[in-house]
């Protein structure tokens, strides 16, 4: 039985327009009790805009944020109180950490429990032996433990999160990660939080939502988001960094494949899925591919050949681009860049498998 989620917080109609320019354009958003949400995007598509208007701390242009639990006609303040916000830098007060998570607490007048309430938290993120100390004696990491303990604390409807692990280290960064990720799974908090480290988001979100320009341009599981998406700015974003255009040649429901024939007159096989049911002949398309779901080498169809336009450094990997009338882009792991060594100018061929295809109509 499919039990429908309560919706916490939904959007209509919003907008939100500064000094003449339109920073955000949202017709419609619903977060549902128990989400964890990852909110994505390009530098300045939006996503800090969006928490502010979410969390009540800015008033949209038009339209209107709606929190499920309290009054339409509520004072800023009283949906304020509702939701909890942890920014990039931990905003804390010149408090031991200590008062620092009792701070929130007292503001919403919560007496009854207070004591009990603050050293949970602070054993839950495993800061008990930091009680006395002030902000100034803190590391980044501590912190900003402090800072999530405190929002917490408060038990709040909804917890937002703005990129509240990119000033941390590497191995802080990920402790911190595994403790919230137990507490959440836990809790069943609803959170919704900001990053540009996909790394993070299987530890904190089961689902997507991606900003472009100040549009929601796509919501979707991880699965969705990383290997299905709806459209250039989506797959550039999430590394389906190779985009080609072309037409449906064939489709053979027997076989279970489409032949996709494109602009530049190269031939592509792609799995005939339910997802691609209404796809006719003749209907032009955009085909994606991650680089890192292509090979070096020969494999059973769609093999291309040509020579190596461009190597470039990736992380601990390395990126090839292929000109084979097409730009054809190659994650490579260094084991095989050290054995294959390519360089500009060198022949060379790569597959994709079928299966690792994915296109959308035009
Ligand atoms: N108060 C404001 N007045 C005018 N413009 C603003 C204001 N706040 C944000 N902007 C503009 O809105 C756009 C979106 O900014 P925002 O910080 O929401 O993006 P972002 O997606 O969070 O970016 P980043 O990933 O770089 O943090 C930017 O062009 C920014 O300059």
Redo the contacts with the bound molecule.
């Keep these: 039985m499919i039990v429908a989620k309560k919706s916490l917080l939904e959007v209509e109609n919003l907008t939100w327009i ?2 003449g ?1 339109k ?1 955000l354009d949202i017709p419609a958003m619903q977060i549902d009790q128990g989400d964890h949400i990852a909110l994505i ?12 208007l979410l969390s009540f701390l ?1 008033k949209p242009t038009t339209g209107e944020v709606l929190l499920r639990s309290v009054n339409r006609k509520s004072s800023m303040i009283e949906k304020r109180r509702k939701i909890a916000v942890v920014f990039q830098e931990p905003l804390l007060l010149n408090l031991s950490v200590y008062d620092n998570i009792a701070y929130g607490l007292k503001i919403r007048g919560r007496k009854k429990g207070r004591e009990a309430i603050v050293e949970e938290w602070m054993e839950r993120l495993k800061i008990g032996h930091l009680k006395e100390r002030y902000p100034r004696h803190l590391s980044g990491g501590e912190a900003q433990r402090v800072s999530i303990a405190r929002a917490m604390a408060l038990e709040p409807e909804l917890l937002f999160l ?2 509240p692990f990119s000033a941390l280290d590497a191995p802080t960064k990920n402790q911190l990660l595994e403790d919230i990720s137990l507490i959440i799974k836990k809790s069943n908090m609803t959170t919704l939080f ?1 990053t ?1 480290d996909f790394s993070e988001i299987p530890f904190l979100a089961d689902k997507i939502f991606v ?1 472009a320009d ?1 549009q929601m341009v796509q919501k979707g599981t991880v699965e969705e988001i990383f290997y299905r998406p709806s459209c250039s700015a989506v797959a550039a974003l999430v590394g389906a960094d190779n985009e080609w255009s072309g037409r449906i040649e064939k489709r053979c429901e027997r076989e279970k494949q489409i032949l996709i024939k494109l602009d530049q007159g190269i031939k592509m096989k792609v799995p005939f899925t339910e997802a691609y049911q209404f796809f006719a002949e003749g209907q032009t398309v955009t085909v994606f591919a991650r680089s890192d779901d292509l090979s070096w080498g020969r494999g059973a169809c769609n093999n291309y050949e040509g020579f190596v336009s461009k190597v470039a450094p990736y992380g601990w990997h390395y990126k090839v681009t292929v000109n084979c009338a097409i730009p054809v882009t190659v994650v490579m792991d260094k084991h095989t860049f050290l054995q294959r060594k390519p360089e500009i100018g060198d022949k060379a061929e790569v597959h994709i498998l079928p299966e690792k295809i994915h296109m959308i109509g035009k």
Excluded: A, R, W
């Design positions: 500064k000094d320019k920073i995007g390009s530098n300045g598509s939006g996503k800090s805009s969006l928490l502010k800015e703005d990129e900001i540009h900003l100040g």
